[in-house]
C-alpha cells in the first residue's frame, strides 16, 4: 500500500484563524480523499480531491469553508478556515488506486485539529 | 438513508479470548464492505468483502459478508493487548459519488492482561 504522510500531526489554533493541513504520497494514485472525525463520531467524508480541478463536496460541507487543492497525483491540501470550537476534530486523508480497488482506502496518520 | 450498525459499541475481554463483532448495512447499489482497525487517529485496512460466504482470513482475524442479511462479522482469535482499538465498518456503494465509504461508528475492543 501507498505510504501516507500528513503535516502537521497535531495543532492548537485560535477561533477565528485557519489552518492548511498538507498529505503526501509516494506514488501516484487515482482518488484522494478528505475525513473528518468529530470526537466520539465516526468518520465523515468532507469531499474527493480533483487532480487540477474543483473538489468534490458532500452535503453539508462547502468549499468556503473547507477550500482543498490537488495540485498533483501526489499531494493534496485541506484548508479549515474561519475555524470554531466545533471544527476541533482529527481530519484524515485517504488515497485509493485503481491498481487495487478504488473500494480499498488507505488513510493517512491524521490532523488531530484543536481550536480554543 | 444508507447507513451502518456496528455492535457491540464496546467490548472488553482477557487475552485469549475470541470475539465477534458485528456490521449490518442498509444501502442500495452495495458494491463492497470495509472493516478497518483504528489505534489513535489512522485507520489501518483489514478486509474487502465483495462476495457472500467467502470467508477472509488474516492470522488471527478472519471476516465474512452476507449479502442476503445484509451483515457482516469480524472474528478474532486468540486476542492480545495489540488488538484493542476501534474497529470500523464502512461500505461502497455505486452511483453519484461513487467513491465514498460510509462508515460506522466502530466497536471499541478492550483486550486486558
Known amino acids: 500500500s501507498a505510504v501516507i504522510s500528513q503535516k502537521p500531526s497535531r495543532d492548537i489554533c485560535q477561533r477565528g484563524t485557519s489552518l492548511t493541513i498538507q498529505c503526501q504520497v509516494d506514488?501516484?494514485?487515482?482518488?484522494m480523499f478528505w475525513y473528518r472525525q468529530q470526537p466520539g463520531q465516526s468518520l465523515t467524508l468532507i469531499a474527493t480531491?480533483?487532480?487540477?480541478?474543483?473538489?468534490?463536496?458532500e452535503s453539508g460541507f462547502v468549499i468556503d469553508k473547507f477550500p482543498i487543492s490537488r495540485p498533483n497525483l501526489t499531494f493534496s491540501t485541506l484548508t479549515v478556515s474561519n475555524m470554531s470550537p466545533e471544527d476541533s476534530s482529527i481530519y484524515l486523508c485517504?488515497?485509493?488506486?485503481?491498481?487495487?480497488?478504488?473500494?480499498?482506502?488507505?488513510f493517512g496518520p491524521g490532523t488531530r485539529l484543536t481550536v480554543l | 438513508e444508507d447507513k451502518v450498525v456496528q455492535s457491540p459499541l464496546s467490548l472488553v475481554v482477557h487475552e485469549g479470548d475470541t470475539v465477534t463483532l458485528n456490521c449490518s448495512y442498509e444501502?442500495?447499489?452495495?458494491?463492497?464492505l470495509l472493516w478497518y482497525k483504528q489505534e489513535k487517529k489512522a485507520p489501518t485496512f483489514l478486509f474487502m468483502l465483495?462476495?457472500?460466504?467467502i470467508e477472509k482470513k488474516s492470522g488471527r482475524l478472519s471476516s465474512i459478508l452476507d449479502k442476503k442479511e445484509l451483515f457482516s462479522i469480524l472474528n478474532i482469535t486468540a486476542t492480545q493487548t495489540g488488538d484493542s482499538a476501534v474497529y470500523l465498518c464502512?461500505?461502497?456503494?455505486?452511483?453519484?459519488?461513487?467513491?465514498?465509504?460510509?462508515f460506522g461508528k466502530g466497536t471499541k475492543l478492550s483486550v486486558i492482561p
Open positions: 464502512a461500505f461502497a456503494a455505486s452511483g453519484a459519488g461513487s467513491y465514498q465509504l460510509t
Open positions: 444501502v442500495t447499489n452495495f458494491r463492497s
Open positions: 480531491a480533483n487532480q487540477g480541478s474543483e473538489a468534490t463536496y
Open positions: 506514488s501516484q494514485v487515482t482518488m
Open positions: 465483495t462476495s457472500s460466504g
Open positions: 485517504s488515497v485509493a488506486s485503481n491498481r487495487i480497488s478504488t473500494d480499498t482506502q488507505y
